[in-house]
T-cell receptor
């Protein structure tokens, strides 16, 4: 079983839709959960950063962590064509140094 | 502007011809890292550096070298490139004394093709 699983997509939605992106993981030691957004021909950029279980909201984006199920989600409300990108989940065991474990990314396409 | 820069952005070379990809950051970050990104394999860490003169192997270090002589620079060296090193390479940095190693800033990427 891979440490982090993420559906590669592509996920195609119309503008204005609510998008749900998900990752599952197997390592129960993961405590820190990140979502990085990667536009085509660009480097990843940190979008959301959460610790342990619960929800975190930032504008149209909500990150949700369910440690009991080893499942994390990123919700995008009122999706826009500018949200079209690849979304990478990433996890680590500490805020100090440890290797970030990345999912392979989900490609999202939002059509006008 | 706070940023990580990489050069060159695109490079086509031949097997065995030594090359260096430069990486520089202007955020006074202690930590720097190199990743490669391949279809179906995602991001994999090559090498990282916790500070000047401190480097360590990541998950896929074979065929690569790095050095950290200055805090802002972290070049990636391929002494004898092979076709299986054809990939998209990203440099990243983190930690200015306040932030977390998880909050990594990535460069724009270097697309390398080895013929």
């Amino acid at each position: 079983q891979k440490e982090v699983e993420q559906d590669p997509g592509p996920l195609s939605v119309p503008e204005g839709a609510i998008v749900s992106l998900n990752c599952t993981y197997s390592n129960s030691a993961f405590q820190y959960f990140m979502w990085y957004r990667q536009y085509s021909r660009k480097g990843p950029e940190l979008l959301m950063y959460t610790y342990s279980s619960g929800n975190k909201e930032d504008g149209r984006f909500t990150a949700q962590v369910d440690k009991s199920s080893k499942y994390i989600s990123l919700f995008i409300r009122d999706s826009q064509p500018s949200d079209s990108a690849t979304y990478l989940c990433a996890m680590s065991t500490t805020s100090g140094y440890s290797t970030l474990t990345f999912g392979k990314g989900t490609m999202l396409l939002v059509s006008p | 502007e706070a940023q990580v820069t990489q050069n060159p952005r695109y490079l086509i070379t031949v097997t065995g011809k030594k090359l260096t990809v430069t990486c520089s950051q202007n955020m006074n970050h202690e930590y720097m890292s190199w990743y490669r990104q391949d279809p179906g394999l995602g991001l994999r860490q090559i090498y990282y550096s916790m500070n000047v003169e401190v480097t360590d192997k990541g998950d896929v270090p074979e065929g690569y070298k790095v050095s950290r002589k200055e805090k802002r620079n972290f070049p990636l060296i391929l002494e004898s490139p092979s076709p299986n090193q054809t990939s998209l390479y990203f440099c990243a940095s983190a930690v200015d004394g306040r932030g977390s190693y998880n909050e990594q800033f990535f460069g724009p990427g270097t697309r390398l093709t080895v013929l």
